[in-house]
């Protein structure tokens, strides 16, 4: 939880020169996406529960409206970069369908939230 909050508190910096309430969609993004990192880089071959929790309220976010889901992508697009963070092309393909929901935010093999 430590190295999370250093994370978030890193990219908070980051983004110092973007608006405060993008700045804050995006560390409460990071913070949901993260309890998915050690699936979407291998580290484990199934998602937490956590995850998948974490899948789901983010499409929340993205279907409410408020929060277009190429800003869900965008966001965690800058963390992977940030921090170099490996996604496994592969896994990300797999995230819906073993946490059985559709992904209302694009999160693409490339990283690139353009597309």
């Not at 393909?93 to 693409?108: G, R």
Request: hydrophobic content about 40%; some cysteine.
């Amino acid at each position: 939880m430590a190295q999370l909050f250093a994370y978030v508190s890193i990219f908070l910096l980051v983004c110092g020169s973007a608006n405060a309430q993008a700045t804050q969609f995006c560390a409460y993004a990071w913070n949901e996406f993260s309890n998915c990192l050690r699936f979407v880089t291998g580290l484990y071959s199934d998602p937490s529960a956590q995850c998948c929790e974490s899948v789901t309220t983010l499409n929340m976010k993205a279907k409410s409206g408020g929060v277009a889901p190429r800003n869900i992508c965008q966001c965690i697009e800058d963390m992977a970069s940030v921090y170099g963070i490996p996604f496994v092309a592969s896994i990300i393909q797999d995230l819906p369908m073993k946490c059985n929901a559709h992904l209302s935010f694009p999160i693409p093999n490339s990283m690139d939230c353009t597309q």
